[in-house]
């Protein structure tokens, strides 16, 4: 990012495998230039992890945040932390649901619910 990037850029990672903050370490001119941006699947996801390490300028995240919503999705600021928010829920639902084989119905109708209102995952994927 040093050698090929300007003063105005900001590097916006959506990778939630990386800590937002050992990003920034790594770009030693622009380290507060360096943001988390998550969402996945992005096309069908409306909620984004905006992440800040202690480098990141307020300014990045006001334009993160404006550029989220200008895109239509909707901004949440989260920590730094392996998965972020989405995957973590994502992983303890896909371990429950392996767990609990015997309460079929219960898990459908959850899992709908979550479908429905946080659009967490695709409803073609059956964990």
């Given amino acids: 990012m040093?050698?090929?990037?300007?003063?105005?850029?900001?590097?916006?990672?959506n990778t939630s495998s990386y800590n937002i903050g050992e990003?920034?370490?790594?770009a030693s001119r622009?380290?507060?230039q360096v943001i988390g941006a998550h969402w996945s699947p992005s096309p069908i996801t409306p909620c984004v992890e905006v992440v800040v390490s202690r480098y990141t300028a307020p300014s990045v995240l006001e334009t993160t945040m404006a550029l989220m919503k200008r895109v239509?999705?909707?901004?949440t600021r989260c920590k730094s932390a392996p998965g972020f928010v989405a995957n973590r829920i994502q992983f303890a639902m896909a371990?429950?649901?392996c767990a609990d084989g015997a309460a079929d119905r219960i898990k459908?109708?959850?899992d709908e619910r979550l479908y429905d209102r946080l659009n967490i995952f695709r409803k073609e994927q059956n964990l």
Avoid at 3 to 11: C, E, S, T
Avoid at 23 to 26: K, P, S, V
Wanted: glycine letters at 6%.
């Fill in 2 to 13: 040093d050698a090929n990037a300007g003063d105005q850029v900001i590097l916006a990672s």
């Fill in 23 to 26: 990003l920034a370490d790594a």
């Fill in 30 to 32: 622009h380290r507060e």
């Fill in 72 to 75: 239509g999705k909707f901004p």
């Fill in 95 to 97: 371990a429950e649901a």
């Fill in 108 to 110: 459908r109708e959850r």
